[in-house]
């Protein structure tokens, strides 16, 4: 496979298409409502931003995606509310005629069917060469864990630090930024806050959410909280903020 990576300003074309691609997010993961300062806009605020990758065997059809956001860090700590955070502070920043002076990683989605054939890496790879490109020294990630879903109940403190015999973290996504050259630095314990009624958690999920108190979700990194007393449930999911150096 001969994969070519541009921008989405090199290649508007793909604009229309970047959620066509065949992908693993679960449904519940669409309804964070701070994606919407973000996704809606990339083609006209941050296509170079927008890393697009397709194969020369099939000009034209994603194989892979990649979004960074630029936001403002004045130098302090990360947030703990990680993706969110970034992404709104990118926005009231863009809203404010305010300069940015930091760039995130946001999200790097392979398709379904090209899964596990080492293209994560030659993204992330590529994410950090362009946010380098834009004048950047760091990039950084608050990354989602792929294998934390299997331990909902183990704290993010105790999995995002977990190691192998060879000292590289136990989940293979963290492991990934590791051997890139990232540094795990915190755990951002709000990253993302999905809410929704009981009626809309069911549709998104097919569960039940019929008793009060933390429901199970497949893909998810915690359990959700659901009251039924107050008809709403609330997702709270934890990420790992990694620092690449650039």
Not at 130 to 147: S, T
Not at 211 to 230: I, K, M, Q
Request: some cysteine.
């Amino acid at each position: 496979m001969a994969v070519r990576i541009t921008t989405l300003a090199e290649r508007p074309e793909f604009a229309p298409t970047l959620w066509d691609m065949e992908h693993t997010w679960h449904r519940f993961m669409l309804e964070d409502p701070i994606a919407d300062l973000y996704y809606p806009v990339v083609k006209t605020a941050y296509p170079d931003h927008v890393l697009v990758a397709d194969d020369d065997a099939e000009p034209g059809r994603l194989v892979a995606r990649g979004y960074l956001t630029p936001f403002v860090s004045d130098g302090g700590e990360l947030p703990d509310d990680g993706w969110d955070g970034v992404i709104r502070s990118g926005w009231l920043a863009r809203e404010g005629g305010r300069p940015t002076d930091a760039v995130s990683a946001l999200e790097i989605t392979v398709r379904r069917d090209l899964l596990g054939k080492g293209l994560s890496s030659v993204m992330l790879a590529a994410m950090r060469s362009q946010a380098a490109r834009l004048g950047h020294r760091e990039l950084v990630a608050p990354v989602r864990p792929n294998l934390k879903h299997l331990e909902p109940h183990t704290p993010m403190d105790e999995y995002a630090f977990r190691t192998r015999a060879d000292g590289l973290p136990h989940d293979a996504w963290l492991r990934v930024h590791v051997r890139a050259g990232g540094r795990i630095v915190k755990v951002a314990p709000r990253s993302m806050v999905v809410a929704g009624t009981l009626a809309e958690w069911r549709g998104w999920t097919g569960l039940p959410f019929d008793r009060s108190g933390p429901v199970e979700v497949p893909g998810a990194l915690s359990p959700v909280h659901c009251d039924v007393t107050h008809d709403h449930a609330v997702y709270v999911e934890p990420n790992v903020w990694v620092s690449h150096p650039l």
